[in-house]
């Protein structure tokens, strides 16, 4: 059992799923030649065993945060692509599950909840990215249904996603949180093109995609109109934490190969792990995971149990743990000498993967501005 279940943060149900899912990890499909085919099969492989239902359920508002950090913490520790999946499966969908109608939930999920459809959240441009009231795409309405012009980029399953959770003003104004809505597009919409597939330093399907008098159905809207900002919002809030755990996860992989490392590298005619600055390393390590931990699974506890917005509580953990796990990783790269940065050493692997997350689903320095903003606020 993971240690940290034994927090009054978690009931009996949480330790039954990490249990069972801890027996499961091993049959996790091993990865293809190609990146595509191995997000499908972990798709697949998560959807058959029903994992996929803590991140898209069939009941609609019912996303335990503490379930998804979970998964997202004991995948992302065993392979960081496995936790990608899962967690696109849920971010490509819980403006459904949580705002869409009956029959926008009764179509759109059940594939995606199965792993036979990816799902993907289309937010960020290219002149919006931190900046998400800059964003430009526009969505007029047509005879019916909607059309949609412009442009996003650097979406996650771009290019092999069934369908996009695509946020485009529908209001007169030209930037700002107001006039922006949450539409559902379907991949082989008319109009809608993949520009470019993105390669990044740990691969992660990405792509750039064009919007051009993109043609869908009334019932494409989520919610109402105007609306679609305060939709992403609350869809990041659930989502952040689930980052830090993802964070989390890799940060404990590299720690556990650290510790492994030390306790049999030789050096100085001992074990290296009795040399005094290792040490301390190791306890700047442990203690930054436990840390973690806490602000991780105080915010997903808080979303569980409290009828509130988490948004102070959310950015806290995402913003602690991804920079916690940054210097982790750093430090396990470190106490692993060369090894730590040969090419296909776990540690390299980890420290490219790690590196993305201080960025995406608001960097950094946006989660401190929503906290401050937060706390001069109560
Ligand atoms: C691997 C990956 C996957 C992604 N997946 C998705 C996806 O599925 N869907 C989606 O919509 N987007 C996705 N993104 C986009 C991601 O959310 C953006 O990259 C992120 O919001 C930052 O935007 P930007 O890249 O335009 O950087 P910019 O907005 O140009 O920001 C650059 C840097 O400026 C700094 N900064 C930001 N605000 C401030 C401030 N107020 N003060 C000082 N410094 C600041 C930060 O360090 C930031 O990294 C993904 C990105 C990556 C890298």
Redesign the pocket.
């Known amino acids: 059992m993971v240690d940290h279940l034994a927090w009054p943060f978690f009931e009996e149900r949480h330790r039954a799923l990490a249990d069972a899912l801890a027996a499961w990890l091993p049959d996790l499909p091993p990865a293809a030649s190609d990146l595509d085919e191995t997000c499908r099969r972990h798709a697949r492989a998560l959807g058959e065993r029903g994992w996929l239902r803590s991140a898209v359920p069939e009941e609609a508002q019912t996303i335990s945060a503490r379930s998804l950090c979970l998964i997202r913490e004991m995948l992302a520790k065993k392979d960081a692509l496995a936790d990608f999946v899962f967690a696109m499966q849920g ?1 490509g969908t819980a403006t459904i599950s949580l705002f869409g109608s009956d029959a926008q939930r009764a179509r759109w999920l059940p594939p995606v909840r199965a792993g036979r459809n990816l799902a ?5 441009e290219p002149e919006a ?3 998400v009231g800059a964003l430009s795409t526009r969505a007029r309405e047509a005879a019916g249904g909607w059309r949609l012009d412009g442009r ?1 980029t ?3 399953n771009g290019g092999i996603a069934g369908h996009y959770i695509t946020f485009a003003r529908t209001g007169d104004e030209t930037r700002g949180a107001k006039g922006i809505s949450a539409f559902i597009v379907p991949a082989d919409a008319p109009g809608l093109h993949v520009a470019e597939r993105i390669e ?1 330093m740990a691969p ?1 399907p ?1 792509a750039t995609l064009v919007f051009d008098d993109c043609r869908v159905g009334e019932d494409a809207l989520i919610g109402t109109p105007g609306d679609g900002f305060r939709l992403a919002m609350a869809t990041l809030d659930l989502f952040r934490p689930s980052v830090g755990a993802a964070a989390l996860g890799l940060a404990r992989h590299a720690y556990a190969e650290t510790l492994e490392h030390v306790r049999e590298r030789q050096m100085f005619g001992a074990a290296m792990a009795e040399l005094p600055l290792v040490q301390e390393k190791l306890a700047q390590m442990a203690t930054a995971l436990d840390a973690s931990a806490l602000l991780v699974y105080r915010a997903a506890w808080a979303r569980d149990t409290a009828p509130r917005r988490v948004t102070r509580e959310a950015a806290m953990a995402k913003l602690f743990a991804t920079e916690a796990a940054q210097r982790v990783i750093d430090d396990a790269v470190q106490l692993w000498g060369g090894l730590g940065v040969r090419r296909g050493s776990a540690v390299e692997a980890l420290y490219r993967e790690i590196r ?1 997350l201080r ?8 989660q401190k ?1 929503v906290i401050a903003r937060q706390e001069l606020q109560r």
């Not at 960025?359 to 946006?366: N, R, T």
């Open positions: 971010l993907a959240f289309a937010l960020s990215g931190s900046d996003k650097w979406i996650s990044v992660h990405l993305a960025i995406y689903e608001g960097a950094s320095e946006v501005l």
